[in-house]
């Protein structure tokens, strides 16, 4: 495996993700994009462009099917597929705010589920994208974070596998 | 998870101990002046807040190792396999000193552990995993990075799309 080629790609323009746990019970993400706010909003909000980016290949899931009605009250359900098995995803939209703003629950985890909330920010052609997660609870949030690995078929439980992806990523960085 | 509060969300506690320092010198040396109870609850905190500076400074240590896209390498070429300085040296196009001065920041870290066997030094990966907490993160960074570099794609490839045939234009 040579590391050497890999480092040489151009990919010098990679916009970074940032994730923050800022209390026991909130995560928030944080990303840039190229593009128009309005654009990047309906990336997240028509179905079919939905399917084109939630579930890339490296994520090793399918993306069977996907309903969002996305209005206020409005339901969504993203179906994947893992290892013969399916996983659903399902919530309820509680705002919509074209082009900057989006909050919905993920109704799949129960009680212990949490409030995502969105906001796209556009400044000079680009798109500062805030994703909130807001849990009921220490508890709950702490369970999500085991189940990033389970549920979505990433299992980056040793470290070497880590390192691998780390590596992988070393020239972009 | 049950590891303890680590470098989120532990700000208060740390200004609880600050005001505390201001009031009764160090953390836990002066506490047997205190009252018994006022004792135990800033000892618990002391011992808190060394614990958050500590896996804090271990943290630092770590990500200034992983900050650098050689000793990723290194690392990357470690989980493959055993492998001597001079190979990574090789491997990675350094002078030996150099590539003893990125094993050496690895070990520091632990990383990487070295064992001296004859005249050749062997890398391999350290004891050290990454804490629980910090790897969990980096896994959902992980995944929402993957995911939204491809959205980053399909966003690039709506706009140009959008240029090329002016806003009123359908999409798929």
Redesign the interface.
């Known amino acids: 495996?040579d590391?050497?080629a890999r480092?040489g790609d151009p990919t010098p323009m990679?916009?970074l993700?940032?994730?923050?746990?800022?209390?026991?019970r909130e995560?928030v993400?944080t990303?840039a994009?190229?593009?128009?706010a309005r654009?990047?909003f309906?990336?997240w909000t028509k179905p079919?462009?939905l399917m084109?980016?939630?579930?890339?290949k490296?994520?090793g899931v399918s993306f069977l099917s996907c309903e969002a009605d996305v209005r206020v009250g409005g339901t969504y359900c993203f179906v994947f597929g893992h290892d013969g098995k399916t996983i659903e995803f399902f919530g309820k939209y509680l705002e919509v705010t074209p082009h900057s703003r989006l909050v919905w629950t993920n109704d799949e985890a129960g009680d212990g589920g949490s409030v995502t909330t969105v906001t796209f920010e556009e400044k000079g052609g680009k798109?500062l994208?805030v994703?909130h997660e807001l849990y009921p609870s220490k508890e709950a949030l702490?369970a999500a974070?085991?189940g990033?690995?389970d549920g979505?078929g990433?299992t980056?439980?040793?470290?070497?596998e880590?390192?691998?992806?780390?590596?992988?990523s070393?020239?972009r960085? | 998870m049950p590891s303890a509060r680590s470098a989120w969300g532990s700000a208060e506690l740390i200004d609880s101990d600050s005001k505390w320092d201001r009031l009764g010198g160090e953390g836990g040396r002066q506490r047997s002046a205190r009252p018994a109870s006022l004792a135990r609850l800033t000892s618990a905190r002391y011992v808190l807040n060394l614990m958050v500076h500590h896996s804090d400074a271990r943290l630092d240590r770590s990500f200034g190792a992983l900050s650098d896209a050689t000793r990723r390498g290194v690392l990357e070429r470690l989980g493959r396999g055993d492998a001597s300085i001079s190979d990574l040296a090789t491997k990675f196009e350094m002078t030996l000193t150099g590539m003893k001065k990125h094993v050496a920041f690895l070990e520091e870290a632990g990383l990487v552990r070295t064992e001296k066997v004859g005249r050749v030094r062997t890398c391999k990966l350290g004891p050290r995993r990454l804490e629980d907490e910090t790897a969990w993160i980096e896994r959902y960074r992980q995944l929402w990075d993957a995911r939204f570099d491809a959205l980053d794609e399909l966003v690039e490839t709506l706009s140009k799309e959008e240029e090329t045939h002016g806003h009123a234009s359908k999409r798929r």
């Not at chain 1, 084109?52 to 890339?56: C, E, I, K």
């Open positions: 495996m590391t050497r480092e990679k916009n993700t940032t994730v923050e746990r800022k209390s026991d995560l993400v990303r994009f190229n593009g128009p654009v990047v309906e990336a079919e462009l084109r980016w939630w579930a890339p490296s994520m798109t994208l994703m702490d974070g085991t990033v690995a979505m990433v980056f439980g040793q470290l070497d880590l390192l691998v992806t780390l590596g992988a070393a020239g960085s």
